[in-house]
């Protein structure tokens, strides 16, 4: 068994890329400034100079290439880990996302495929304006032949991300930028927090994997489901411990395919259900879980399902806390669904 | 090529073909140079070297049906032939399919008539290792290869052999095993994936190269400059193939810009080696992408090709060319007809004769019909038998998830 | 008032385009192959000709770069209607629409505007196979800023394109093409129908419109609520029918912003729902109907809501009926609500 | 430009710029060509006439601060001192922004130090109708129009009197009454908008041109094949400007594939009239922009020019270059401060000195702290006041629809 050591996300996701590279000599990771900077947030720092440059390299500034070369690349044997630089741009390789790379096993009946992984960081809270704090996961999730993932602290994001280039489907993993450093549980006036302090922030320098479309319960409880995932999982938590309380807490983890077993489980339960994204509202991928959970918990249900989540709006910049849906808004949402 | 015509009248230029239905042929504006011959740097030159180039036509076989210059590939009589017989099968095989989508037997069908020297060439000119990355214009690779015409028919039929179990329409093939990536319906995709695929291979250093194809419409979209970025940045033993034959459904060459510059002369601004070549030339087909491929394995990077060409026949089975353009059009295309070319060489050479060629010609009818017949009795796309209802939902993801499984069930299969 | 005529919806279509020239010289119309040869489908044919290049023109295949032409020429005082020639084909537009189309209004503060039309076919039921035959609806309605519509007749189709035009937004919209030469009502072995027997196939010659955010009650009905829009108006008004159930079929028209109150007060009256579209399931449109109707109409649903949809793989060409969601499918889940 | 170092060994090559951080800075192999003079062919000339200056650089300012040679402006003292007043704000300015965000003031900021003249030469030889369409890196083109400094820096505090009501990252400006469409965070999407926009005038026959900026880094995207492939198609009078500073955050100019061509030679793929500039020399940016606003105006076309220049400093406030690029690098450059030089120029002309020039900075630094304070008074980001928190809900559509409503009122604002 490997060390355990305090990582922050970042470091969790470098050491992800580390151990990959490192065990399979098909892995390779690129992206813009991916090479020997290191990724602008330092997520691929060293592995250039430890690897070498046919394993670790600079990507030209266009998003369909680099999608497009992944897939030839992992057409042709090999397993490319590319970085998207931030979320918001990951619109320019969508066609290749779309129409190339989720259905290539199927429209080849399997006889090619693309198993790559697409890194991305997504998710406001960094000031960082309309086009540096995008969460666009929902329209990935209407991608039939892809995985999306988006972990919720260290430990699986490593593990996460290991999974992902091991297995033989595409994946797409966002991270949320406003983790990657520590966690976040909604209260922008607080000092900021780190990982050290959180037991995810615990993670093996070795190998090791976190399964794809396992969702975890990361606090139990009875008197209400919370399904999300990424920041908002610290969000949710924080948010019901201020409020007093019961909730089951579900981090999703994988959105698709989603862990509905434990979705209903839980709801079955509890008979009440709040979902929580940042991304916009309408057809956000919390409408696919709320669908899914009145179609399968109806008779369960006590209350209608509410959703807490970004605005139908742009992020905008400096009302970045306006936007954001802080613990305010969980409580409320909370609190009419129990006295509903 | 001729600027386009500049004004200072207010408004923007929207490009015009030199002929409109009704309107005489014209393609006095195309510089095709048939006679000068072309220089042939070496392949391992500077790619700079091969900028004139972009603005000339190579050229091999003559108006005399004689091969010369420097990019006479010397091939044998027998390869001569050889490429002879892919094309008049490409030809043939083409228009049976194209009367058996009239009857119904298919959804769809599209020919590649007036084009059959640039896969034909190309694919006999690379090694069987080497990876295509096609578009849907270019099935004489797969004659040039040896595919098994019935598995080509089983696909076109979308019926129970169909090896991608009915997934795509027709014309957009997959052959794993003989090194032909999968065709896909959205234009250009497959060219910065073809860079990416080069750059794995040499990766490994398995000294293949990849060579893709794209239409000159397709020259438009980004992917063709993602293609050529990372072709260039990376120096990949890729061959990048633009095969213009003049029109994009109804639109002519001019609207994707095709009249202010060659196609080949967009490889000038990114530093890749550019050739422009005659398409209807077998020949030089062949001597290009040879000179391509030898530069590529030599690890000294990719080529653009430009093969200059015309789409003798409507676009696909859903459109009528003479609603857009003469109908004497493709008559009068100065480089006349590929498999005519060819066949008048061989002749030339003393090495072919009417006789042989119209047996060849019945020979190859016979083995379609033959191939058909047989291909039918795995079913079409109206009759049946499909591949089973179930195989609809599997190949989504490498193991079937449970939504995927659910929706399986409630359609009951 | 302007004579009525027998149209199918591509004559409509035509029409609108017409109308919309000839009353205001900002008004442009450009795709490919939609200039000099009027459209593969026939929707901007004659239109070169009578209105000169200017206005009416062919565009390189590049359709990032005639969303962003039109985007621009827009902002530029002009009103372009830009036809991407199949819906499936959009998604190398798609980042110009995300980030520039659906923001310039919002990030400019109302200096910049951009309204222009997009008018792409959609669908299947045509043996298109899965590059000619997608429903991508969804993904656009996830994105706030742009207007998304979807008729299902010719009658809405020029009345919808005319507000479209005319409105200060830009407006996306989806041409059923199943419907272009003539109603489907979801059995492929019946012989082809044909507008002209069909009340909404009598469209106006001259200027009118059909306001954008109504839904139409399509019918009237007492024991379920059926919420669809395009080519599923009539496969849900035809199973309706042969079941002999007393359902009200709601033409949702405008997907964003949709128009609630229709559907609210349709599903307080009948207590039951199903939502049908041809779109793939997961995070299709359905979803975001599904989420908002428990959400508003908890209390009076009387069983789940279902959903009928597209499966979530790719249009699989062989497989074209087993994956349309027809007659069968919708009577299934009607009698399952009903029995709920 | 010399072809990147090919090899037989297995592999891709991966670009590397000539210096890392440690090394001993090194241009030698850019082609600067500092001296000998360029021909200036008619802005009315064929395209191809401009092609020999793709692979050249436009100077008017030599080393001895002489103007000379037939793209030399000629220019009034007035108007040189005028292009000094711009640059020596935009420096002036963004100094003071970097240390204000450096306080916190602001979120973020980006300094365009070393490319000055690039903004200040085309602002000016623009006619105020003439629509831009920058990235980021041209605030010279609001002062060269004369924009009220405290608008800007209210926008970069995103305070209550931004007029993009805080919904922007600082530097993003958006002025409509200048002229000057809205600066994206995507990049590149600009430019085939700009096209766009173009066209649209030379419909109306306005008799404006559009310029656009884009970076050496962001002719990778597709959008820059789209917008050179709709200028050529349709003519459009637009000006295609990429700023080659060398750096694409740490990303060399040789990722963008600028190793194996210039970014000018780019416009001989689409037939476009193109330009090769010094960018450091405001003459030179000044004249080049003439010379394609004229062949805009006289309806004979687009141009594409390279202007060649250096990011002297960060690429923005969030990153630090002394990780990926030597610190003498600036300093090494061989085009010079485009400051110093215009600044030496008119000393050698006699029409200034150092005591005006240390005058008008004082006199800059003034008015930008002066600004400041009264920006200030309006809010900060930080300490607000912002814009009123519904305002957030406002512009997505033209009338707020009742989703959007709700929402609002869910927020109880
Ligand atoms: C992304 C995309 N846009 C549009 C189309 C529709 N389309 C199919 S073929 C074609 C014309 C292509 O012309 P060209 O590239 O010249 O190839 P050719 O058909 O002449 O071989 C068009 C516009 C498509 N398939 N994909
Ligand atoms: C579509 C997109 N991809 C990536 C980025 C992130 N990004 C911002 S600036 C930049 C570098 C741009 O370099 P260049 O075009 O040379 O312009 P410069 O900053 O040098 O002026 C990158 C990669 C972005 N803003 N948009
Ligand atoms: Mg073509
Ligand atoms: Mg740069």
Redesign the interface.
Known sequence: MSDIKKMTMIQAINSALDVLLERDERV?SFG??A???GG?FGCTQGLQEKYG??RV??????E??IV???????????R?IAEIQFA??I??G???I???L????????????APLVLRTPCGGGI??????SMS?E??F??I??I?VAMPSNPYDAKGMLIAASE???PVLIFEPKRLYNGPFDGDPHKPALSWSAHPKGEVPTGHYSVPL?KAEIVQEGNAITIVTYGTMVHVALESAKMAGIDAEVIDLRTL??YD??TIAKSVGKTGRCVVVHE??????????L???I???C?YA?E?????VTG????Y????EW??FPGQE?LIRAMTETLEA | MTQAPSSNAPGFIVPEPTARPGEAPDFSGLNLNPTSPVERPEPGCEASQTYPLANTLIRVLGDDNVASGPWDPKLSPKTLREGLHIMLKTQIYDSRMLKLQRQGKMSFYMKSRGEEAIAAGAGMALEFEDMLFPSYRQQGLLFARGRDMVDMMCHCLSNAKDNLKGRQLPVHYTWAEGNFFSISGNLGTQFPQAVGWAMASAARGDNTVTASWIGDGTTAEGDFHGACTLASVYQAPVILNVVNNQWAISSFAGIAGGQNATFASRGIGYGLATLRVDGNDFLAVYAATKWAAERGRAGLGATLIETVTYRADAHSTSDDPSRYRPREEAAAWPLGDPIERLKDHLITLGEWDEARHEALQEALSKEVLASYKKAESFGTLREGPLSPTPSMFEDVYAEQPWHIRRQRQDLGV
């Not at chain 1, 000031?127 to 540096?132: A, D, E, K, P, V």
């Not at chain 1, 605005?311 to 742009?314: E, F, I």
């Open positions: 390779c813009e400034d090479g020997y900077f602008v440059k046919q390299f600079d990507a030209p500034i266009n369909a290439a497009a070369m992944a897939i030839g690349m992992a057409a042709n044997g090999m490319p918001d741009y619109f320019p969508f066609d290749q779309v129409s190339e989720s259905r290539l096993r199927y429209r080849t009946a399997g006889q090619f495929t000031y960082g304006g309309q086009t540096h666009p929902a329209f999730t209407h039939p032949g995985v297995s033989d489907d479309g698709v395919p509905m077993e991304a916009p509202r309408t057809s956000g991928f919390g409408a696919e709320m669908a899914q009145q179609e399968e109806f249900l209350a209608p399902i509410k959703r605005w139908d709006t742009p905008p910049h400096a009302h306006a936007y808004r």
